[in-house]
């Protein structure tokens, strides 16, 4: 039985989820995309006859820092062209883009669990419009007509569909971490073309290469390349001829099927080429600041810790930005196994509902320290969380220090529970003192009852009660 | 001087808009018919705001570019009844001055040509001679301005395209520097050539249009901000010390007369005390051929989103969307699509290891270089414009060849009426380095104070 090594290549579109798109002020992101169809078109992204493009700066720096991620070389002459094709989907019948040598990034990495897969290059360019073709004739939705993607091209550097897999993984958190895509697959804005051929010693890279296109989930993916593989391997086995093709999978029936045939469709091949003179040659070089460099440098380092938590932590951390910039913060002030505990734990239930952290990392921090050494006790610590991420008016050294004063304060009401307390519950404190320690629970549940009744907005400290009760049970 | 705004502003002053508003309207009635520089006329007078230096006067633009009023055919079937909806920037900004739309002027399909004939309304006729061809593409703005059916026109000017006609109507056409005036809301030729140019009777008049269309809009990234007098900051000083550079070799293969003229206006500069300098002006037949490489492939490239499926006409009988493009594409007027195909065979043909486009990309960047040096030694430059007065001779692929080498390095160019050969005007061209409008303008201005033809018709 012969060997055979796949090389596969992966293009993958990542959507930028800057405020307005590539080269109008339209609104961009995925509520436009999933709009009423045609309410954010301008007459740009219609091609209407006088339009100018005006190159948006945000989509410029996001995809610097996500280059800059991914270990590429920013290019001082980069240049936008026009690419010709006919189809209503690209109402100037061109498509704003780069081409390969004059693409914004050139080479680069992305760094895998086991091994770093090389980049050819990143480009920017503009999306299509998305089209149905119904009965009643084609339908065109603009919202989605000049969305700004970067489109991030492989080196054919991936052997089997693993590799294929990790590295888009790794890739997808990088981009969400870094807040440059939302990277949300079931809304086209994480799209993977793949690129497959089978060779049969390492060096050469057979040209018979077929393309898997519009893949819309890892799974879909992974299936789609090892049958892919199979069916190439038992093409050569059986001496017939692989052409090379565009190939869509059927994850019905779970296999891949010809789309078309690159060489039988003319229509494909050789697009005309044109500079984009109404757009100014970029010098990525010099664009790419200091702030974006020390961003990148940051990210880096933030990644690598990612690395170190295990598989549960990371996918808590890794599929949201806000979270995960919270959690590399508070790494300046607890340990990995704090941060990591508290955040999921206590502030992960409060993002989860309000949709916003407002508490700053610093503030947190001051609240855990006094939490660890036992002035605060876990109520009152989620409580000045709580408030702090509602609203700034107070900082946290302040509420900190308004609950330490109203403990004492309180004591005196809290004395004067126990007490009455005492006189109600005697079989309690019978029971108490037959051995059964565990009722101290059912008489402090009565006493913050009561004291909650008192003062609502305050928080009785459950240690200093505790502690107490216990006295006032062995004195008796 | 005293030029035609000053006078229209004197008559707006003291008679109204109104009145000035009705004369040219009258002109256009008794001309136009035979003329035909209008595609469409704007019939309704509105009250305006008189505070600003040109509020009340009439102005026409080329047909290419957007207005919110009035249709924007391009002089296309394909356009034939499109309303832009939108203002381009320059319309919005002589608006917001005060000017009023009198109509949008004739020019040859999507300002390709020079010509100024479409299948949408005919060929636009020579204000002296109607036999006579009137120049192109921008050819109604200038017969519009010649024979005062209004005082100003806006053109543009991709390859001489409003420099040709200005000088066989004999009246002034300017193009700036590219990149001072936006060009959004053109609807493009070539996106690196074309620029916004003005027609008017007299130099100043054209320097105050442009003052106001001049300068940054965040809509053409092209664009740069710019001081607002910009243009007129020097007019009127005098040329004394200015260096004048003269391709004498190039003028020596004029015919006599026209020669003649230049000597003329060499010995006003020379008694101005400007110095004149011998230059070597690049080929101007390879500036040509270059010229035609870039400009058709650029103009390939712009009208690929003329298929009529989201503006402009639309053939309902279609089938499929392939015969949507092939209905609606084949109403291009025929040198369109000449234009087309070989914009197309430029960009794909390739002469040893690049296209032809990217050959000719290369020379133009060589000749920037070689006008760069040659501004090391001059002010500026006089040379022809054209080397024929009007004829019945018409549209000539060879004959832009002293207004094309404007447009490939983006230098400022004026074409200024100077003297008249068999009756019909003769000008002459001046050109500048980058951003040096001012000074080409006020050369400008001072050789038309000496050789002024211009008579001012409304009383």
Redo the contacts between chains.
Sequence with gaps: MKQFIPFIGLEIHLTLNTKTKLLSSSANGSNQIQSQPNRYANIFDLGTPGTLPVLNQQAINKVLLLGLALNSRANNKSVMSRKHYFYPDMPKNYQITQQAQQAILQGGYIPGSQRDYALHHIHLEEDAAKYHIKNTGLWLDYNRSGQPLAEIVTEPTFHNSEEVIDALQRLQEIAVLLQVSDCQMELGEFKVDVNISVSEDHHTISPNKCELKNLNSFKFIKKAIDLEIERQIQLINNKQVIVSSTLGYDDKHNRVYIMRAKESNKIYQGYIFITDANLPILNANKLTTESLKKQAHEFKHQYSILQTLDWTQRQHLSSNAILFRYFVNMLNYLSVEDSYKWLNMELRPIYNQTGYMRITDHELALVIQEYNNQRLTIEESRMIITTLNQSNAQSAQDLITQIQQQRSQNNAFVIELIDKLIQQEQDAIMSYKMGNKNIIGYLMGKIKKEFSHKYPHLVLDGLALHEQLKKYLSND | MYTLFEHLRILIKTKGAKYVWDWYQEQIIKHDKNLKAFTQINEQYHDIETSYPLSGIPIAYKDN??TNNLY?T?GSLL?DK?Q???N?HVVQRLEDAGLILIGKTNLNEFAMGSDTNNDLIGQSKHNLNIKYGCGGSSGGSAVAVASNMAPVALGTDTGGSVRHPAHLCGIVGVKPTYGTVS??????Y???LDQVGVLTHYVQDAAEILNIISGLD?????TKALPSDFFTKQLTQSVSNLKVGVDKKLLASLPYVQQNIFTEVIQYLQTQNSVIVDISLPDLDKCLACYYAIAF??G??NL????G???GHNRLDAVN?EQV?ELNRSLFYDRTKLLIIAG?YF??TKLGNKTI?SSA?SYRRSLCNKMHAIYKNVDCILLPSLDRVASQNNDSFLEDKYTVLANLTGEPAITIPISKIDNMPYGIQFMAPRYQDALMLQIAFNCQNKFNLTEIMIQ
């Design positions: 570019i957007c924007t391009c356009l499109y832009a909806g939108y381009a060009r959004y809301g053109i609807v493009s070539g996106c690196s965040p809509c053409d990234q092209t492939s650029e390939f490239s690929t989103r003329f298929d499926v989201n503006f969307i493009y197309a960009l794909q486009f990309q």
